[in-house]
């Protein structure tokens, strides 16, 4: 698989993921008391939220660039899971993904 065909599978799976965290971020302003000394950071984390989704218009953009996603006849699959490491170990994310299979020859 060539570097664009990656970026076309990986291109919507970075929206997916991202669209996740914008609601996660929405979820958890609403659920904050509206409480003077942390409205400033409620909007901020409301503000990231929007750029998210000005982050994923960027990512459809470069995406139709590439020609669209790139689909496969799912085969087989397997889990990626990852997790975000900015001093906190708190969520972990794990997505399927359907590759086409490739035949390698073995020495």
Same mark, same amino acid.
């Given at each position: 698989?060539?570097?664009? @065909? ?6 919507p799976h970075w929206i ?16 904050? @008391? ?64 359907s590759h086409p ?7």
């Amino acid at each position: 698989m060539n570097e664009m @065909d990656k970026l076309r599978v990986l291109i919507p799976h970075w929206i997916e993921h991202n669209q996740t965290h914008a609601q996660e971020f929405l979820d958890w302003a609403k659920k904050t @008391d509206p409480v003077s000394e942390i409205e400033d950071a409620i909007a901020d984390v409301q503000s990231a939220a929007e750029a998210m989704k000005a982050v994923n218009a960027h990512l459809r953009t470069a995406l139709e660039k590439l020609g669209g996603p790139l689909v496969y006849m799912p085969e087989h699959t397997h889990s990626h899971t990852h997790t975000h490491d900015n001093g906190h170990t708190h969520h972990s994310h794990e997505h399927d993904h359907s590759h086409p299979h490739h035949d390698h020859e073995h020495d």
